[in-house]
């Protein structure tokens, strides 16, 4: 009855690689967030979608790219991974104009 | 620019205790304020979440209040348990956008 999660919990990548992060809730929720966690715990927000419509789009990289294939999924690809991409990625999922968010468990990446 | 700002950013109180978590903000214009909970290693849990419209919220020995026009909201927390050892985050949801704004938290021990 895991409202929303992601997979993978631990991911650990050599320097150039491409990877994805998925993320899946089961709230009926409209939009979908991914949010990055540096070192120092502070939260930012990189991506959210609503109805397959990209709404905000942080000064992030394109190499990160959010990809939606139905209401309840948004996964993360990443290319060419960096050493400062190392972090922890949470999804997160909330009602449109509502707005209480809730969390996945987190992704941490770790980048050789 | 919306900026989230928390004080105290660690605090440490023997169990039993009351206490409060601060909260404040440069722009009024918010649509809500929600109080989360984050464990080491952990995702967010969200534990309050104030409307605009709302002077505050209570859940159980929480109680959270938001003073829209100074920019500030508290969290209480009455007869602090060893298990209410966390990271407290507030974070402002402003007025018609999806830009959610954490603040760095405040890392709570309460000792037995």
């Known amino acids: 009855d895991t409202a929303v999660s992601q997979t993978p919990k631990y991911l650990v990548t050599q320097m150039g690689n491409d990877k994805s992060i998925k993320c899946e809730q089961n709230l009926g929720h409209d939009t979908m967030y991914w949010y990055k966690q540096d070192s120092k715990k502070f939260l930012k927000i990189m991506f959210s979608?609503?109805?397959?419509?990209?709404?905000i789009n942080e000064t992030v990289p394109n190499r990160f790219s959010p990809k939606s294939p139905d209401k309840a999924h948004l996964n993360l690809h990443i290319n060419s991974l960096e050493l400062g991409d190392s972090a922890v990625y949470f999804c997160?999922?909330?009602?449109?104009?509502?707005?209480?968010?809730?969390f996945g468990p987190g992704t941490r990446l770790t980048v050789l | 620019k919306q900026e989230v700002t928390q004080i105290p950013a660690a605090l440490s109180v023997p169990e039993g205790e009351n206490l409060v978590l601060n909260c404040s903000f440069t722009d009024s214009a918010i649509y809500n304020l929600q109080w989360f909970r984050q464990d080491p290693g952990k995702g967010l849990t969200s534990l309050l979440l104030i409307q605009s419209s709302q002077r505050e919220q209570t859940s159980g020995r929480l109680n959270a209040s938001l003073d829209k026009s100074s920019g500030r909201s508290t969290l209480y927390i009455a007869a602090s348990q060893p298990g209410d050892s966390a990271t407290y985050l507030c974070?402002?949801?402003?007025?018609?956008?999806?830009?959610?704004?954490f603040g760095a938290g405040t890392r709570l021990t309460v000792k037995p």
């Open positions: 997160a999922s909330s009602r449109l104009g509502e707005g209480e968010q809730f």
């Open positions: 974070a402002v949801h402003p007025y018609n956008n999806n830009d959610m704004r």
């Open positions: 979608y609503n109805n397959k419509e990209l709404i």
